[in-house]
């Protein structure tokens, strides 16, 4: 029987509860998830991360598990949006979902259920996130929430999902459908109050609701109003957050990066990327996984392509690929240990660009 008391005070003096919040309310939430496993396994990760390890004993704590790579909106910068993901589109079944679970389970404090897909297409997705609480994991959802409906709306709430990010990018249908193609503000609008209400109804705490604002150059004007509508409809959090864009194609440059350089990630003397630029270590290697829907396992959410996968989790199980030679030779890359697989990492350098 675990002590929740010693629990509480190694998790405090080792310095995670410090760690945990500074990453947010997802970290906060994780604390929640806690076990002495999962206690111990953080510890391990932090020392073998700053020593640049390589080969670890620790694993991953946050997952990202794609449930579907489709979506029915055609944002014009996102792969899914434009068309051009090489993987094969699909969705992951609640069995083999449960599969990858199981396995991540004792060292995981929180899973993504979203990445290259809009998860509200997936008729199981609050299934998962049900697993995962009752696996003692945390979930969390990211939408453009205009496939919500009534029946869907009591699914969120009784499974337990901790966080949904709702996208919301403009003040009217105008501004909204220039980045959000093919979208409804009004659906959107609908959903948010739907949600609040119910969740005032049955007075529960859960899901925290946070809208983003994708911050670009057709937005940057409205930003102040797109807040207000935000807050007006009683959310729990607003965040703004820049664009990405391939910096190869100027076009998309020109179009998309707002105008002011203080919200967007470019250096705009250089169209060099800052903000994902890294000087020591990639944290994804040690701390994080990303599953797509067919189960393979990218070095991170910025890579979809198949050829960069480092392994698949339903055929070869979460430890074979965690210290297998892809993820080995990729940190090697970070810690000082060079040779091995050829990765993505080895181009990337801790230096991303978006489609890669």
């Not at 609640?94 to 990445?115: E, F, H, M, T, W």
């Not at 009784?158 to 009004?186: C, F, M, N, W």
């Not at 705009?268 to 994080?288: H, M, N, Q």
């Amino acid at each position: 029987m675990v002590n929740p008391k010693a629990l509480s005070i190694f998790t405090r003096t080792s310095g995670l509860a410090s760690l945990l919040r500074k990453a947010g309310m997802q970290g906060q939430r994780s604390l929640r998830c806690m076990t002495p496993r999962k206690a111990l396994n953080l510890v391990l990760l932090r020392a073998e991360m700053g020593r640049g390890r390589s080969r670890l004993r620790s694993y991953p704590y946050h997952y990202v598990i794609d449930p579907v790579n489709y979506c029915i909106l055609r944002c014009p910068l996102c792969p899914t949006g434009r068309g051009t993901l090489i993987r094969k589109k699909g969705q992951l079944s609640i069995g083999d979902y449960r599969r990858v679970v199981d396995q991540v389970a004792p060292y995981a404090l929180s899973i993504d259920l979203y990445n290259w897909g809009e998860p509200l297409l997936h008729n199981n997705v609050f299934d998962m996130v049900a697993y995962a609480r009752e696996r003692r994991v945390s979930a969390k959802i990211s939408t453009n929430l205009n496939v919500l409906n009534e029946t869907r709306i009591g699914e969120i709430i009784e499974s337990g999902l901790d966080e949904l990010v709702i996208s919301l990018d403009g003040a009217d249908q105008a501004t909204y459908e220039k980045y959000r193609v093919g979208g409804d503000l009004a659906k959107v609008l609908w959903g948010v109050r739907e949600l609040v209400a119910e969740k005032r109804r049955r007075k529960s705490p859960r899901p925290w609701i946070t809208v983003r604002v994708l911050l670009h150059w057709g937005n940057e004007g409205e930003i102040a109003q797109i807040r207000q509508l935000a807050w007006s409809l009683g959310v729990n959090n607003v965040v703004v957050a820049p664009i990405l864009v391939n910096i190869d194609r100027p076009q998309d440059v020109e179009e998309w990066l707002p105008g002011d350089s203080r919200y967007s990630y470019y250096d705009y003397r250089s169209r060099e990327d800052k903000t994902v630029a890294r000087t020591g270590r990639c944290p994804f290697l040690w701390e994080r996984m990303v599953i797509s829907w067919d189960g393979g396992v990218s070095p991170c959410c910025w890579y979809d392509n198949p050829s960069n996968d480092f392994g698949n989790i339903l055929k070869e199980g979460v430890e074979a690929i965690w210290n297998g030679p892809r993820y080995v030779s990729a940190r090697g890359v970070f810690g000082g240990c060079r040779g091995g697989a050829e990765t993505i990492c080895s181009q990337c350098r801790g230096r991303p660009r978006y489609e890669y």
